[in-house]
């Protein structure tokens, strides 16, 4: 009988997404990022532009390592303005997002 299972049906048993045709424009539905990866998947998927996306989520990394360096003991205004902004485009991610 299993001989008969791999020489005459051996797509029997085979996964049921393996036979959908793939579309590159839609993610597929189990793919989800985790939830610290959310704002940039987020961002990759609303800039059409690959590029322009990496430059943004480099921008948003950028904001992080300024909060960092401006923050020392010290009152810095631009990166408490960075954080300030930092803290609201995650709450408006996760406003958006749920």
Do not use: C, Q, W
């Not at 793939?22 to 704002?39: A, G, M, N, Q, T």
């Amino acid at each position: 009988m299993l001989i008969l299972l791999f020489l005459f049906f051996p797509l029997l048993l085979g996964e049921v997404e393996l036979f959908v045709d793939k579309d590159v424009i839609v993610s597929p539905v189990h793919i989800v990022p985790e939830i610290y990866f959310l704002r940039f998947y987020a961002v990759l998927r609303a800039v059409p532009n690959k590029v322009l996306g990496v430059l943004i989520i480099g921008s948003m990394l950028l904001e992080f390592f300024l909060i960092g360096v401006g923050l020392k003991g010290r009152y810095f205004p631009v990166p408490v303005l960075f954080l300030r902004s930092v803290v609201i485009s995650f709450i408006l991610t996760l406003v958006f997002l749920s």
